[in-house]
């Protein structure tokens, strides 16, 4: 990727499209990148930037949200199934096969 945003350092270039995500103005985005101290941005910089490179990671944010998640908050990711529909209810609640022949 070429272009003004796409040559600021990573966490900055997230900053912005979490403000894209949550409905910040361009000339906002501007000020707040001068204020961080990146400035010369214009708006138009900005616009550009949300026709390729926040669409990448609109993309990306799409295919992590499809991810298993675990949530450390319920003891997960020590062994434990996630909750997520997707993947399917806890071992200790799936029936077990038993032939009695």
Not at 16 to 41: H, M, S
Not at 54 to 61: N, V
Not at 66 to 89: F, I, K, N, T, W
């Amino acid at each position: 990727m070429t272009g003004e945003v796409a040559q600021l350092p990573h966490h900055i270039r997230t900053k912005v499209n979490q403000w894209l995500y949550d409905g910040v103005t361009y000339r906002k985005i501007c000020a707040n990148l001068e204020q961080l101290g990146y400035p010369g941005f214009v708006h138009q910089y900005i616009q550009r930037w949300t026709k390729r490179g926040y669409q990448l990671w609109l993309h990306e944010r799409e295919q992590r949200r499809y991810r298993l998640p675990l949530r450390l908050d319920r003891g997960e990711g020590r062994g434990e199934v996630s909750s997520c529909e997707c993947a399917g209810p806890p071992a200790s609640q799936k029936p077990i096969a038993v032939n009695c022949a």
